[in-house]
């Protein structure tokens, strides 16, 4: 079955980077684009942005520009999203989740979530 | 940016009844809209994608309709399991973007 899996919790300081880790299986990891979507303690879900894992092209949300860089092993199945120059407001879970077909942006599955907490 | 608008914030009701969650778009998506349902301390699962169309493996008691800027999602008789926070998210416009949330809560 299709399954994607996360890398685990993080904890940083303020300025730091965090990298987190998608790990994809039972589909081919090319054929379909992979998104980032996060969610603060509480709070609704925030699109981050795309890759297109065949060819490594990016999409990234206004917000997150200049931030964030979104990457993908193929060898390896898996994608990547890093986010740098964490603020407080960067605390939240963050879900990598696959487009239902090709590069439509519809999401499904989703991985288990990776939470990221920023604190001095 | 699109803003969706979910209401009502939280609903109450017991099994067997009939739920009908909204959403609202500040201009025109055109069928672009899914729905995703998040149980506590759980990823998302697509529901409903393109106002209308039931996600694989979704249970037939979950219907969308809507086109435009407003969109429905019925839930045709409530199970104990259908306790959870609903999502609307469209795909019209960047950046792709997510309602508040509705809460369906199961008496």
């Known amino acids: 079955q299709v399954q994607l899996v996360q890398s685990g919790a993080e904890v940083k300081k303020p300025g730091a980077s965090v990298k987190v880790s998608c790990k994809a299986s039972?589909?081919?990891?090319?054929?379909?684009?992979m998104h980032w979507v996060r969610q603060a303690p509480g709070q609704g879900l925030e699109w981050m942005g795309w890759i297109n894992p065949n060819s490594g092209g990016t999409n990234y949300a206004q917000k997150f520009k200049g931030r964030v860089t979104m990457t993908r092993d193929t060898s390896i199945s898996t994608a990547y999203m890093e986010l740098s120059r964490l603020r407080f407001d960067d605390t939240a879970v963050y879900y990598c989740?696959?487009?239902?077909?090709?590069?439509?942006?519809?999401?499904?599955?989703w991985g288990q979530g990776t939470l990221v907490t920023v604190s001095s | 940016d699109i803003v969706l608008t979910q209401s009502p914030a939280t609903l109450s009701l017991s099994p067997g009844e009939r739920a009908t969650l909204s959403c609202r778009a500040s201009?025109?998506?055109?069928?672009?809209l899914a729905w995703y349902q998040q149980k506590p301390g759980q990823a998302p699962r697509l529901l409903i994608y393109d106002a209308s169309n039931g996600a694989t493996g979704i249970p037939a008691r979950f219907s969308g309709s809507g086109s435009g800027t407003d969109f429905t999602l019925t839930i045709s008789s409530l199970e104990p399991e259908d306790s959870a926070v609903y999502y609307c998210?469209?795909?019209?416009?960047?950046?792709?973007?997510f309602g508040g949330g509705t809460k369906v809560e199961i008496k």
């Open positions: 039972g589909y081919t990891f090319t054929d379909y684009y």
């Open positions: 989740a696959k487009s239902i077909v090709g590069a439509s942006n519809w999401f499904d599955p």
């Open positions: 998210q469209q795909r019209s416009n960047w950046p792709l973007t």
């Open positions: 201009q025109s998506v055109s069928s672009y």
